[in-house]
């Protein structure tokens, strides 16, 4: 009896150090869409950001390292819209100070903020590239394009965004990061070119309202699938590195993505072009400085510091805040 205790004991010890899998998109989704978005930039903006492509794609993961740095962090990836009723959409005002006003700051930070988030980074942006300042326009382009993607995924506008509540506990992570992990390689994106938003707090809700219409496909679709699909075959057993990872099967992976005909590569690719417009509409915004005048600067010291930290927050820590948040 002790060794099968001990046994299972390691397993779920293993599973547990594999923290890459718990993050909305996976950090491979969120990498991959902060590169794509790179190809949908018009001439002008193009050049600067594939120079700098691989630190954009792989500060795509920041905002999600941050959250074991930062207390506020965790509530600007997502917004459980449904908290606030059957007629959500109609009843929370859209500019930030109205909806303070009517719910209190405290409630929002409780359930979430992204859409108010996305547009307080893109006027970030805009200051960047006003300014011209290279740390500035790396930093912000790459965590936008984080909290962009995050609002393109359906389990990010419920309080049920885990299925905790209907006993589907493990979804975020299925929908987000496993189904891409294996399905990725065969997506489409070529998603186009970016185009100027004229409102981005109305494109942003846009984004949300979309996302949360589909939160019952996603959710009946995997209780269906998993009543007909053999219980032994729901689960496998992975090596990741060192440790070995519990994961949905590809069969029962494969299933699930059919049944909701492609829904993940559909979310991805509107991230993808929905990132590239907002760079594109923050550099129009700023007046389209000549990013080639930045040809020959590097990153700050105090900005690798500043990373840096957070990499060590992130491997050592847990995360900060007290309050609610999409954590597991």
């Not at 969120?30 to 954009?56: C, Q, S, W």
């Not at 959250?67 to 509530?75: F, I, L, Q």
């Not at 609002?151 to 990061?177: D, R």
């Not at 060192?242 to 590809?250: G, H, N, P, Q, R």
Request: hydrophobic share 40%.
């Amino acid at each position: 009896m002790t060794k099968k205790f001990l046994i299972v004991f390691i397993c779920l010890l293993l599973i547990c150090l594999n923290r890459e899998e718990t993050y909305c998109w996976g950090f491979f989704g969120h990498k991959r869409i902060n590169k794509m978005a790179v190809l949908t930039l018009p001439e002008g903006m193009i050049g600067f950001y594939k120079k700098h492509m691989d630190y954009i794609s792989e500060h795509a993961v920041d905002p999600d390292k941050r959250r074991y740095a930062v207390a506020a962090e965790g509530a600007r990836h997502y917004i459980d819209i449904d908290h606030y009723g059957d007629n959500a959409f109609e009843i929370v005002p859209k500019r930030w100070n109205e909806a303070v006003k009517k719910f209190t700051e405290d409630t929002l930070q409780a359930y979430g903020i992204v859409p108010w988030h996305i547009e307080k980074m893109v006027n970030r942006l805009t200051e960047a590239f006003k300014k011209e300042n290279l740390d500035m326009i790396l930093h912000v382009s790459a965590d936008l394009g984080h909290y962009i993607a995050d609002s393109h995924v359906p389990l990010h506008t419920t309080e049920n965004y885990n299925g905790q509540k209907t006993n589907q506990y493990g979804i975020h992570g299925f929908w987000e990061s496993r189904i891409p992990e294996l399905k990725a390689e065969d997506y489409d994106y070529f998603v186009g070119k970016a185009a100027f938003v004229d409102n981005v707090l109305d494109m942003a809700w846009k984004t949300v309202k979309t996302s949360h219409v589909a939160v019952d496909t996603v959710l009946e679709f995997e209780a269906k699938l998993n009543k007909e699909f053999p219980a032994d075959r729901k689960y496998a057993f992975e090596n990741r590195g060192a440790a070995l990872t519990k994961v949905y099967s590809e069969e029962y992976s494969t299933k699930y993505n059919d049944m909701m005909s492609g829904m993940v590569e559909r979310r991805m690719r509107q991230s993808i072009l929905a990132v590239g417009s907002l760079w594109l509409t923050a550099w129009v915004n700023a007046g389209q400085p000549n990013l080639n005048r930045l040809e020959s600067k590097e990153l700050s010291d105090s900005l690798r510091k500043a990373q840096l930290a957070e990499e060590m927050l992130w491997k050592t820590g847990k995360i900060q805040g007290s309050g609610k948040g999409h954590d597991d």
